[in-house]
């Protein structure tokens, strides 16, 4: 199994940027995907997750109405649309997959890929 992220990168504050975490190796349909992100000292937040249909999604307050996430089943890919970029938001993200239904803890989740690094000037 793996998981691919990618498009990270540095932005000014009020800037864009969309990840990209390819999934191969294991059933996509079958499996929820969340983000997660590690700041400098700090410990690794949830951030969204999307269900196996897509149907239902769920974001941490901080990121609430600024990041989208999105799934294409047919590419085996999941999105995260990250507008309105804010310095706090500077972190390592990651990728995950899950055999349950968007599970918002860490600890349901099966398989990481390796983090992609957002920055975020002032």
């Known amino acids: 199994v793996q998981l691919q992220a990618s498009g990270g990168g540095l932005v000014q504050a009020g800037g864009s940027l969309r990840l990209s975490c390819a999934v191969s190796?294991?059933?996509?349909?079958?499996?929820?995907i969340a983000w997660f992100r590690q700041a400098p000292g700090k410990e690794r937040e949830f951030v969204t997750s999307?269900?196996?249909?897509?149907?239902?999604?769920y974001y941490a307050e901080s990121v609430k109405g600024r990041f989208t996430i999105s799934r294409d089943d047919a590419g085996n890919t999941v999105y995260l649309q990250m507008n309105s970029l804010k310095p706090e938001d500077t972190a390592d993200y990651f990728c995950?997959?899950?055999?349950?239904?968007?599970?918002?803890?860490?600890?349901?989740?099966?398989?990481w890929g390796q983090g992609t690094q957002v920055t975020v000037s002032s």
């Open positions: 999307i269900s196996r249909s897509g149907d239902r999604t």
């Open positions: 995950a997959a899950s055999r349950l239904s968007a599970p918002t803890l860490e600890q349901y989740y099966d398989y």
């Open positions: 190796g294991l059933t996509f349909g079958n499996s929820a």
